[in-house]
Each structure stands twice: as structure tokens, then as C-alpha cells.
């Protein structure tokens, strides 16, 4: 009885509001996630879910509701939202894109959280990542996020990048050089490339949507090129193990999965919503009830 | 066990989102009294309090953030709100003060709850209403909303209005000869304009703050001129019984506390959020419990 009383609601007028916005948002782990993590803190916070159309007025109308606290901001929203911001990180501006939003007394900061959560995902892997030659496949939007924060974080071997659309890896590329010191590579996403820069990466990133649900059985990688030592990780996160995890793990690879990204991507918008040190193991347990597992 | 679980609130991406605006509103009985009810009929909604300054733009949002379906407004915005509707009856028009929204897919439909609820609180303590001889006592917001529901919602024998600020008077009586046809009075609140007008009245209503905490030993009605048989209703629940409802209970009137007014009010509201009954009994426990009762 006290563990269900504890965590239950109890709202009063100082009740923070936290949400998030996409279209749609009907599918989203975000409240389900966030209220357990809030009710195990005892914060006097709630998450609720808007489908939004009219970005700009959603965004104007958080400003001027004290007590909306945070927003978590998903498709396809995570680019036009940069525009309604008061400050925006260097490294934010540079990928391009947020998917949090704070509000500090009307004052709006953006933030991006999935190439930390990425880092995060890895380096909580036990992953070394400086000195190391990276290979990314895919140039999108998640491929941005987490190509700048590995190369403004870190100091690799090299950073490959590897996309079939040339001016979009071409403009990620260019950026890369132009933002960070590091090393970029990148060629076009062919069997043989793949296969060259595959074997000589030690850790390889799908930033792809190829594998996941309903495609289970597609991998970009070739399992031969796969071996021991390397560390793949794939960020899609239906399912839970793609092709690629599993060809990986069979090959010996250390494997990690794109709803370790997930979490920790919610766990830092947690943090930034709170203040709070989030409550990890809560929410790895209530994506990985929700994802079937 | 089961009725805390019952009673607990699980969010997920369809809940909808109903708050109060105001500035203030950290002393708001609102989120309890809303989310007692939801809970209560396990209804997925939960309600926040947001102080607001720019009205517009947190209106706008409201427009925009699908699932957001309802707004209890309080002052300093029940005039100004009406500017952001798409639509408000022409009785709350008249009133020229509205305490709820409602989003319906993004349209808006403004209404006043403070009328109805002061004319349910009547009705439910069995007072006739038709053919009564009605004294209002103060012409300001509160007046219009009960004086324009009970002109336009029975037939009343007439409707005096007393105040102490004559442009104000002037301006409500000239609105309500205009917008209905009840037999309307109106004369200056002087003690011997009140002494008159009390003892030819069926019903006294005070719609001034006199007697509010924490001036609770003010009634601007003098006891010796209440009798038996008269109904009063002072809309100040704070405390729940003032003055002047001790001095008519002493005299033999029927009395009616302004929380039974405020319950209603939220009554009504809560029926227009949900489009279900609203647990009266249950609004009425928390308010009760709120104000210390």
C-alpha cells in the first residue's frame, strides 16, 4: 500500500507540466516513461502527450503557461523548433536539430539529447572511444546528432560516414569539417565500401532505419565482415536485437542497442526537465515492459 | 488497496489535459477538486494550474496542443479571454465574462460557469425562483453573471440591484433592460436603500466581497430587517458561513453558502471538460476539506 500511494499523483497549483510534441505522438513511451520516473523521485511534475500542427503557437503558448516545464520534441517538429528558441547550444545549432525544449520563467532553451544519449549508450557500454575509427552508417538527422557529439567529445582515430545520398552526406561532411577538428571520411553506401570500411572500423553505428519492424530480417552488414572486438550498434530499437545485434553477437562483437539510446536520451531530457539524477533502472524497465520484452 | 490504484492516475499518450489560468493561482482548490473527479469516475484527464501574463499567446498554445481540452480562466483574465474564442452564447456575451473553454479540435467555445452554478445552488436548496422578488447587493462581475442567468432562465417577479458605484449600476441595469425582459430595479446602496429593499425581497443574493476573510465580522445587511421565510446566498465562501448567513440563520431565513456557488461552478465546468456527470458529492468533500471545514 505505501509503495502504490507513493506513487501515485497527487497535484497541487505548483504541479510542473512537462509534454511532448510531434504528430503523431499517439504511439509515444514519453508519458508512460517520465511519470514513472517522477513518481519514483516523489517530483511534483506530470507528462502528457499534445499531437501538434501549429508548432510556433504551441511553443508560444508553453512560454506563456508558468509551470510547463519541459517539452520533449519528436517528429517532425525536432527542426522547425529551433526557430521559437530564446538560446540554443553551439553544439545543438551545429547538428541542426533539438528534441528538448526547457522553459526558465518564459525563458526557452533547446537542447538535443540522442547524440549524448548515444555517447552515453556507449561509454556506459564500457566503449573507449577516443582512438578509435568510427564508422557510421547513414547521414540523417540522428546520424547528425551523433556525429557531432562523438567529434566535439572526443578525440577519434577517424570518423567515416557512409550514405546512397550524396548531398546530404556530402553537407554533414562539409559541416563536420567546418565545426570540429576531427578526421571525417565518407563514401557512398555501396556493398564494396561497406565492406572495406566495415573491416577496418572499431566501432560501427546503423544510423539507418534498415532492420527495423516490419523489415526484421534486412541488415546493411554483411555478417563475414563482422569480427571479434568491434563494437556495433545499431539505433533502432524495433526490435530489440535487429539482424545486424544478432549477426554481430554470433561474430563475437561486443553489441549494443538502440534502446539503451532511447533511454538515455530520456534520461538526460529527465535530467534537464528536473534537476534530478534520473532513475536509470525505472525507466530501462518501463521501455523494455512497453517494447514487448 | 484496490481503491488507491483505482484512484491513481496513469497518463498516457491520450490523456487530455484540462488547467486553470489566473495570476495568481498558487491558492487554486481547482487541480484537487478536477482530479478528485476524473479519478473518481476514472476518466483519463488530469488538470494543472498555470499562471499566466500573456493571454493571448497561452490561449493560442492551448489551440494548438492537441489534447489540451479545457481551461477554468480566473482573474485577471475572464474579460480579456473572450477576445481568443471562436464562439461564446450570447448570455455569457451579455454577462461580458467567461470562466471556461473548451477545445474542440483546435475551436474554441467560451462559457460562464459562475451564473449557472450560483442559479444550481439555488434550485438544489429548493428555492422557487419564478415569481421571486430578487435583491442583488453589488453590480460588479459576479452581479451580471447571477443577474443575467436568473433574467434569462426564469420569471422572475423583479430583480433589484443595489451598489455603491453608480456608473457601474447604471451600466448593468441598462444591459440587462436591453438583453432580457425581466422587471429590473436598481437604487443606490445606502442603509436605508438596503433596509427598504431587504424587506420587500424573497431572495437576497450578496454579490459584494463584504465579509470576506478577513474583514469576517462586516454584513452589509443590518439582521433585525431579515425574517423568516426570505432566502439568502452570500457568494463568499471564505469563510463558509459569514456574517451575514449567521445572522439570517438566526432569523429564520433559508441560507446558502458561496461554496455551494463555487462547487457548481466547477460542477458545470468539469460536466463541459468531460461530458460526463460530474461527483458532485465527491467536489463537494474536497472543497469542504480544503477550506477546512
Redesign the interface.
Known sequence: ?VE??K???S?????R?C???GNP????LS??LH?AAFRALGLDF???????????????????????RGLSVTIPHKIEVMNYMDEIPELDRAIGSINTVINDDGRLTGFGTDGPGALKAMTDAGVTIDGAKVLLLGAGGAARAIAFTLAMNSSLNRLQILDINEPMLAGLVADLRKGTGAKIGDSLLTPGNVAREVSQADIIVNCTPVGMHPRERESIVPQEFLRSGQTVFDIVYNPLETKLLTDARRMGCRVISGVEMFINQAVLQFELFTGAKAPVDIMRKIVLERLGK
Not at 11 to 15: D, G, K, Q, Y
Open positions: 500500500v502504490i500511494m506513487n501515485s499523483l497535484i497541487s497549483p505548483a504541479t507540466l509534454a511532448v510534441i505522438v499517439s504511439h509515444s508519458p508512460a511519470n506530470v507528462y502528457v502527450a499534445f499531437r501538434v500542427e501549429d508548432l510556433r503557437s504551441a511553443v508560444g503558448g508553453m512560454r506563456a503557461l508558468e509551470n510547463f
